[in-house]
């Protein structure tokens, strides 16, 4: 079982950048792959990041430049920089786990936390 915790969304002007953390419970934390992804009002959700225990990462075609996700296996949490934010960017991120980048690129991960919303301003 993993518990996700997101945090670090908030309200940032068109232009500026925000960091979210995704904290996860559980000793197999390193293991697991991981991904970043957003729903917007009215939208469904779509994947954002992924990144493998190894480190290797990967992006939806339309986050690459601007997006970047990262972990820390020894505070069991991952990252995602967020730079250059538009008020497209506007969105309820969620972190998620799972053992498979193919379930966690196709939005069918085992274990998801309950979002962080981040606000863009124009």
């Known amino acids: 079982q993993v518990q996700l915790v997101e945090s670090g969304g908030g309200l940032v002007q068109a232009g500026g950048s925000l960091r979210l953390s995704c904290k996860a419970s559980g000793r197999t934390f390193s293991t697991y792959v991981m991904g970043w992804f957003r729903q917007a009002p009215g939208k469904e959700r779509e994947f954002v990041a992924a990144?493998?225990?190894?480190?290797?990462?990967n992006y939806a075609d339309s986050m690459k430049g601007r997006f970047t996700i990262s972990r820390d296996n020894a505070k069991n949490t991952i990252y995602l920089q967020m730079n250059s934010l538009k008020p497209e960017d506007t969105a309820a991120y969620y972190c998620a786990a799972d053992a498979l980048l193919s379930r966690v690129s196709s939005l069918r991960a085992d274990y998801w936390g309950q979002g962080t919303q981040v606000t863009v301003s124009s």
């Open positions: 990144i493998l225990s190894g480190g290797s990462t």
